[in-house]
Nanobody, 116 residues
Framework: EVHLVESGGGLVQPGGSLRLSCAAS????????MTWVRQAPGKGPEWVST????????YYGNFVKGRFTISRDNAKNTVYLQMNNLQREDAAVYYC?????????WGQGTQVTVSS
């Protein structure tokens, strides 16, 4: 069974940083792209970033503007999202996502709160 477990969220001041992690199990992690998606209260899901299976290519939403970096460690079955210069509008629940041909799996999410 596929499991995705996010961690690393919390409360941070504007301009601060957080590193999110997503630990994966139950599938061949190194064979799939991985994605981060976020959802703020009262809003729909928003794509944040995707990394290819080998980690050689990364893609970001326009709002990231060089502040976030996605990476992965295939030996540890983990994908990361380093978030710098966080702003209040970045506050959301951040989800790890695996999309395969026949399934779409989400973690439970990790809350990011940005407040002074």
């Amino acid at each position: 069974e596929v499991h995705l477990v996010e961690s690393g969220g919390g409360l941070v001041q504007p301009g601060g940083s957080l590193r999110l992690s997503c630990a994966a199990s139950g599938f061949a992690f190194g064979s799939y792209e991985m994605t981060w998606v976020r959802q703020a209260p009262g809003k729909g899901p928003e794509w944040v970033s995707t990394i290819t299976k080998g980690g050689d290519r990364t893609y970001y939403g326009n709002f990231v503007k060089g502040r976030f970096t996605i990476s992965r460690d295939n030996a540890k079955n983990t994908v990361y999202l380093q978030m710098n210069n966080l702003q209040r509008e970045d506050a959301a629940v951040y989800y790890c996502n695996l999309r395969r041909r026949d399934s779409n799996t989400w973690g439970q999410g990790t809350q990011v709160t940005v407040s002074s």
